[in-house]
C-alpha cells in the first residue's frame, strides 16, 4: 500500500514537471522569438536588456542609426537604469541634429551617476550648452554649475557660460557661474576681477572690493588689479577719481 501511495506521488511529480516544463516554453520562445514577445517582456528583463543594448551597439557601429535608436530603446525599456544606453541614445541624436531628443537621453544618463568619470563631466558640459541654446537658461544654470565643480581646469568654459548667462539679462546666473568657478579655481585671479566686476555693476560695492582685492593678492605682479583696487576704495571713500597717467 505504501508502495502504491509512492508511486502515485511521483506520477504526480513528474506530471507537475512536465505540466511546468510546458508553461514555461513559451515564455522561452518569446525571450528569443518576436520583437513584440521581447517588448511584453522588457519591463523586467535585465538579460534581455543586455541583448537588446548589444545589437544597439552592432548597428551603432555599422551606422544603422535608426535600428540602434530601436535596439537602444527596448534596452532602457528592459531596465530603466541602463545608463549607457542612454548615452548611446543621446550621442546619436546630437549625430542626427536633434538636440530635443538628445536633451533628456542625456538628462536620465546624468540622473543615474553616481560617481566622477569623464563621460559625466562631458555629459554635464553639453547638455549645459545645448539647453543655453534653447535658452532653457533656469534648466542649464543647474548643469553648468555642476559641469565648473566636475572640471576645475576648463575656465575657458566659465568665461562662455558667463557671457551667455549675461548678455541674455541673466546676469544673475552669470554671477553665479563666477561664484563657483572662484571657488573651485581659488588661484586663478581673473575670475575674482570678473565677479567683482558684476558685482560693482550690480551696486554690490564692497563686494566687488573683496574680489578686487583677492585678484591683487593672487596675482602681485599685476597693476591692473591693484589699480581695480584703489578706485574702487577712492569710490567708497568718497575720493574724486584721478585720471590714470
Known amino acids: 500500500m505504501m508502495t502504491t501511495k509512492l508511486t502515485d506521488y511521483s506520477i504526480l511529480l513528474i506530471a507537475a514537471v512536465l505540466v511546468l516544463a510546458a508553461l514555461m516554453l513559451p515564455a522561452a520562445a518569446q525571450a528569443q522569438g518576436a520583437t ?46 541602463l545608463a549607457d544606453a542612454y548615452r548611446n541614445l543621446a550621442n546619436i541624436f546630437l549625430s542626427q541634429e536633434r538636440p530635443d531628443d538628445a536633451i533628456p537621453m542625456m538628462a536620465r544618463f546624468i540622473a543615474l551617476q553616481n560617481q566622477p568619470s569623464t563621460p559625466l563631466t562631458a555629459s554635464l558640459k553639453t547638455i549645459g550648452d545645448l539647453l543655453r541654446r534653447a535658452e532653457r537658461f533656469e534648466e542649464s544654470i543647474e548643469y553648468d554649475l555642476r559641469a565648473i565643480e566636475a572640471d576645475p581646469r576648463d575656465d575657458s568654459i566659465v568665461h562662455i557660460m558667463g557671457n551667455i548667462y549675461d548678455n541674455a539679462g541673466h546676469t544673475e546666473k552669470a554671477i553665479q557661474v563666477y561664484e563657483t568657478a572662484v571657488r573651485v579655481m581659488p588661484d586663478n585671479a581673473f575670475m575674482n576681477r570678473t565677479l567683482g566686476r558684476l558685482y560693482e555693476r550690480e551696486g554690490r560695492l564692497e563686494d566687488a572690493l573683496a574680489q578686487y582685492r583677492m585678484a591683487a593678492e593672487k596675482d602681485l605682479g599685476s597693476q591692473f588689479y591693484k589699480e581695480l583696487v584703489q578706485t574702487l576704495e577712492a569710490r567708497l571713500n568718497g575720493e574724486p577719481l584721478q585720471a590714470n597717467g
Open 36 to 81: 513584440q514577445h521581447e517588448r511584453a517582456l522588457s519591463a523586467t528583463s535585465s538579460e534581455l536588456a543586455q541583448r537588446h543594448y548589444r545589437r544597439g551597439n552592432t548597428y551603432n557601429n555599422l551606422e544603422r542609426y535608426d535600428e540602434a535608436i530601436e535596439e537602444y530603446r527596448l534596452a532602457v525599456a528592459a531596465d530603466p537604469n
